[in-house]
């Protein structure tokens, strides 16, 4: 685990709402020079704290209009390896989030679609022809909030 101070919060925090902000500007806003800046977000990403910075798409202004929260169970019979399944499902396009989970299902997937007749098409000739499916459930989301994180 990374140990962070509180300017370490501050910076995450501030990078949380526009990762593409310069070192200067982060550094103003949290009361640091530009250099010292520059060296806390390098030691972030060198011990892994960081990862990457990521695009936020607009789902919907995209054209994909309909989210679904797809539970995947696996069927017992067939001894469907995981790694398969994970491969097969990770080539689907409208697919955007593979998670393995533990409880009722054993996956869980973010799938858009364009509509639900769109998304009908994309369950029917794609999720469900996966190797190895057993039973589905769907959540269709309605709105979405993003919360900050726990720093």
């Given amino acids: 685990m990374t140990e962070l101070d509180e300017i370490d919060r501050l910076l ?3 990078m949380s709402e526009d990762a593409t902000q310069s070192a200067g500007l982060l550094g103003r806003k949290i009361g640091l020079s530009q250099p010292a800046t520059w ?10 704290a960081l990862r990457g910075r990521r695009l936020d798409l607009d789902a919907e202004k995209l054209g994909f209009g309909v989210t679904v929260f797809l539970g995947v169970k696996l069927a017992a019979k067939g001894g469907v390896g995981l790694e398969a399944f994970e491969r097969a499902v990770s080539a689907i ?4 989030l593979v998670q393995h989970v533990l409880g009722l299902f054993d996956y869980r997937l973010r799938v858009v679609a364009r509509d639900l ?18 039973s589905i459930e769907a959540n269709v989301m309605l709105s ?8």
Avoid: H, T
Wanted: proline content about 9%; aromatic content about 4%; hydrophobic content about 35%.
């Fill in 93 to 96: 396009p409208e697919v955007q």
């Fill in 39 to 48: 060296r806390r977000v390098q030691r972030l990403y060198g011990s892994g």
């Fill in 12 to 14: 995450l925090r501030e």
């Fill in 144 to 151: 979405e909030e993003r919360l900050p994180g726990p720093l």
């Fill in 117 to 134: 007749s769109d998304f009908e098409r994309v369950l029917r000739r794609r999720i469900m022809a996966l190797p190895g499916v057993g």
